[in-house]
C-alpha cells in the first residue's frame, strides 16, 4: 500500500498549480474560520474578565443578569441571608460598575468601576507597584495596566483625575489575568467609595461573592440561594451563562456562525472543485491503473491519500496563517480579542476533514465509475 | 496443451439494448500460443478492441469463456480478475496513458508497485527494463520530455516490467511513424517475445504485418479467416 500511496502523493505534488490552487482553497477556509471562531472565542473571553479576575468561586445574583456588565443591584439583607446560610465559609459584597473619569487635561473618559469589600478586599488584583493598603486611604483608586490602559493617560502613582466629580488618586497599578471586553480603562476600589462616588439606586450590591466551606457545600447553598429568589452560580456555571448569552442571545453569535459557514462554503468550492477537476484531469490515469491491475479499493485508498494529504497540509497552514496573523495584530492592537483555543482548532479540524470527505466522495464516485474497457476505446 | 497461452472460446458481446442493441463480438473462438505473435486484424467498429478487452479481463463478455491456465477468466471475482490483469497481462494502450507527473522509470515501475514490490526495489527492476528497451539514459525525465517512440518503448517497458505471459498491445504505431512503428514491432519481436510469452497485437495497419507469426481478419464481431499462419501450434 506505501508505493501505491507514494504514486498518489507524486501526481498530487507534482502537478504543482492544482496543488496550489488546493492547498490556496483549503488554507483560506481554514485561515477564515479559526480567525472567526477565535476572534468569538476571544469576545467570550474578555466577557467573563471580572469573574476570571475577582476568581470568586461561587457568585449570587439576580436571576435576569446574563453578563458582568449589566448587574442588577441587590438589597443589603440578601448579603446577610447568604451569610447565614449553613455550608457558606464568608460572603462579601462586589460592586460593578461605570463611572466617568475627567483626566488632568480635560478629556473625559468612561472607566469600569470595581468595589471591594471594605473589610477583605477579596478579589484584589496582583499590584505591580504600589500598596494595596493604600487603597484606604482618600479618594485612592487601583489602575489596571491592560490594553485599555494608555486611555487614562498612561498614569502613574500619585496621578490624580476627577470621577463623577470625585477627586480621585493612583494608589496603584496592578495586573489581571483577563482584559475587559468593552474597551474602558478599569479602576478598582473599595465597595463604599465605589458606591459613594458612583451614582445608584436603592439597592447597591452587584454581586455577592462567596467562598464555601467545601465544594459539597454549594448543592445546598445554591438551592437556598434560589428559595430567596436570587441565583447562586458557580464560576464555571457563571461564565457558561456569559458565553450563552452571547451565543445565544446576541447577533455576536448567529453572525460568527454564518461567517463561518461561508468561510466553510468558500473553502469547500474552491478545493472541491479543483479536487474534482484535478480527478478529472487524471480519470484516464486511475483508468489505467485499473486496467493494469490495482484494485478499486486500492483507487479508493489513493484518492482519499490526496484529499486528506492536501486537507492537513493546507490546515497546518490556515493555522499558522492565522496564528501569525492574530500575534501580528495583538503587536499593533494590543485590545485585539482573538485567541485560538484547542475547540476552534478542532473544529476547524472537523471542517476540514468534511471538506476532504466531500472533495474526495466526488472523486472517488468518478474513478470507480471509470471502466478500463474506456482506456482501450481512447 | 502447455503451449496455449489464451483459450477462447464462443465469446459473444454486445452493447445496448432493445433496437440499440449492437454486436460487437459474434460467437468467436479461438487459441494463442506462447511464443507467437498474433496479430487481430479488421477495420474499425469490427470489435477487435472488444475481444483484446474480453481476453485480456477488462471487459466481460455476454457469453463465452476466455481460459488462460486451465481456467476461465471470467468466473473470478473482481479482485481476481485484477490481479489476473497484474499478474498473467502487459497492456501497450493505444496512447500509452503514462503518468506525466511520474518519472520514466516511475511510469515503468508502476506494475511492480501495484504488485507490493518495495519502491526502491521496483525502480531498480524497471531500470533494467528500460535498459531493455534502450532508454535507460531517459529514466529520470517525465514522459513528456521523450518523443513518441520512447513513450511507446516506456509503455513496452511497463507492460513487460511484471514478467506477464501475455503481452497485449492496442493500435501499437497508430501513434507513430511509419519507420518508428516498424522498428518497435522489430524490437518486440526480436527481445521481448520469447517462448513462455504470448504477444497478441491489435492493429490495422498492413506495414507491420511481416512481424506477425499470426494474423486473424475480424469484420463485423467475427473471425473471418487467418490470413498468415495456420492454427496455433502446439
Redesign the interface.
Known amino acids: 500500500?506505501?508505493?501505491?500511496l507514494?504514486?498518489a502523493y507524486?501526481?498530487l505534488v507534482?502537478?504543482k498549480g492544482k496543488f496550489a490552487a488546493l492547498l490556496v482553497g483549503i488554507t483560506f477556509a481554514v485561515f477564515l474560520m479559526v480567525m472567526m471562531t477565535s476572534m468569538f472565542a476571544g469576545i467570550l473571553h474578555r466577557a467573563s474578565a471580572t469573574v476570571v479576575n475577582i476568581g470568586a468561586k461561587v457568585w449570587v445574583m439576580d436571576p435576569a443578569v446574563n453578563t458582568p456588565a449589566n448587574s442588577i443591584p441587590m438589597p443589603d439583607y440578601v448579603l446577610d441571608a447568604v451569610r447565614s446560610i449553613n455550608g457558606v465559609k464568608y460572603a462579601v459584597p462586589l460592586y460593578s460598575g461605570a463611572g466617568l473619569a475627567k483626566l488632568q487635561n480635560g478629556v473625559y473618559q468612561a472607566v469600569t468601576v470595581i468595589g471591594l469589600d471594605d473589610a477583605t478586599l477579596f478579589g484584589r488584583p496582583d499590584l505591580l507597584q504600589g500598596n494595596i493598603e493604600d487603597i484606604y486611604a482618600e479618594n485612592s483608586f487601583i489602575v489596571v495596566r491592560d490594553s485599555e490602559y494608555p486611555k487614562l493617560g498612561k498614569p502613574q502613582l500619585g496621578t490624580e483625575f476627577e470621577i463623577n466629580d470625585h477627586k480621585g488618586v493612583i494608589v496603584g497599578i496592578a495586573q489581571v489575568s483577563v482584559g475587559s471586553l468593552f474597551g474602558t480603562p478599569t479602576l478598582y476600589t473599595t465597595y463604599n467609595r465605589a458606591i459613594q462616588y458612583i451614582p445608584s439606586m436603592r439597592f447597591t450590591i452587584s454581586y455577592i461573592i462567596v467562598e464555601p466551606k467545601s465544594i459539597t457545600a454549594v448543592p445546598y447553598i445554591k438551592q437556598q440561594i434560589r428559595s430567596l429568589g436570587y441565583e447562586a452560580l458557580t464560576k464555571d456555571e457563571f461564565i457558561r451563562k456569559i458565553s450563552t448569552y452571547y451565543k445565544y442571545q446576541t447577533g455576536l453569535g448567529m453572525n460568527v456562525l454564518l461567517m463561518t459557514i461561508i468561510s466553510f462554503i468558500v473553502g469547500l468550492s474552491i478545493s472541491g472543485q479543483t479536487f474534482y477537476t484535478f480527478i478529472l484531469e487524471n480519470l484516464?490515469?486511475f483508468?489505467?491503473?485499473?486496467?493494469?491491475?490495482?484494485?478499486?479499493s486500492?483507487l479508493i485508498y489513493m484518492i482519499l491519500f490526496q484529499a486528506t494529504f492536501t486537507a492537513l497540509t493546507g490546515y497546518g497552514m490556515g493555522i499558522g496563517l492565522a496564528a501569525v496573523i492574530i500575534t501580528l495584530a495583538k503587536l499593533r492592537l494590543p485590545s485585539y480579542a482573538a485567541m485560538i483555543t484547542f475547540t476552534n482548532l478542532g473544529f476547524a479540524f472537523v471542517m476540514v476533514l468534511i471538506i476532504a470527505a466531500i472533495s474526495s466522495y466526488i472523486g472517488v464516485r468518478k474513478v470507480i465509475r471509470i471502466?478500463?474497457?474506456d482506456?482501450?476505446?481512447? | 496443451m502447455a503451449n496455449l497461452a489464451v483459450k477462447a472460446n464462443k465469446l459473444v458481446k454486445w452493447f445496448g439494448e432493445g433496437e440499440a442493441k449492437t454486436y460487437a463480438v459474434r460467437d468467436v473462438s479461438f487459441e494463442a500460443c506462447f511464443g507467437e505473435m498474433l496479430y487481430i486484424e479488421g477495420p474499425s467498429g469490427s470489435g477487435k478492441t472488444t475481444l483484446l478487452s474480453i481476453i485480456s479481463g477488462i471487459l466481460r463478455p455476454n457469453s463465452g469463456t476466455v481460459i488462460v491456465d486451465d481456467e476461465d477468466i471470467w468466473s473470478l471475482t473482481g479482485d481476481q480478475i485484477a490481479d489476473f490483469r497484474l499478474n498473467k497481462v502487459g497492456f501497450v494502450f493505444q496512447d500509452y496513458h503514462l503518468f506525466p507527473k511520474l518519472t520514466t522509470v516511475e511510469n515503468a515501475a508502476i506494475p511492480l508497485i501495484l504488485k507490493k514490490v518495495d519502491w526502491n526495489e521496483s525502480l531498480d527492476i524497471a531500470m533494467k527494463y528500460l535498459e531493455i528497451v534502450g532508454i535507460k539514459d531517459r529514466a529520470q525525465l517525465p514522459p513528456v520530455k521523450l518523443s513518441g517512440g520512447e513513450q511507446q518503448r516506456v509503455a513496452i517497458a511497463r507492460a513487460i516490467a511484471s514478467s506477464p505471459d501475455i503481452l497485449i498491445f492496442d493500435e501499437p504505431t497508430a501513434s507513430l511513424d511509419g519507420e518508428t512503428g516498424r522498428r518497435i514491432v522489430e524490437f518486440v519481436k526480436k527481445e521481448i517475445l520469447n517462448e513462455k510469452r504470448c504477444i497478441i497485437i491489435v492493429t490495422h495497419d498492413s506495414r507491420i504485418f511481416e512481424y506477425a507469426d499470426r494474423i486473424m481478419k475480424m469484420a463485423d464481431g467475427r473471425i473471418t479467416g487467418i490470413t498468415k499462419g495456420g492454427v496455433c501450434e502446439e
Open positions: 500500500m506505501k508505493g501505491i507514494k504514486i507524486k501526481l507534482n502537478d484516464e490515469k483508468g489505467a491503473l485499473k486496467a493494469i491491475g490495482a484494485k478499486g486500492e471502466e478500463p474497457f482506456i482501450f476505446r481512447g
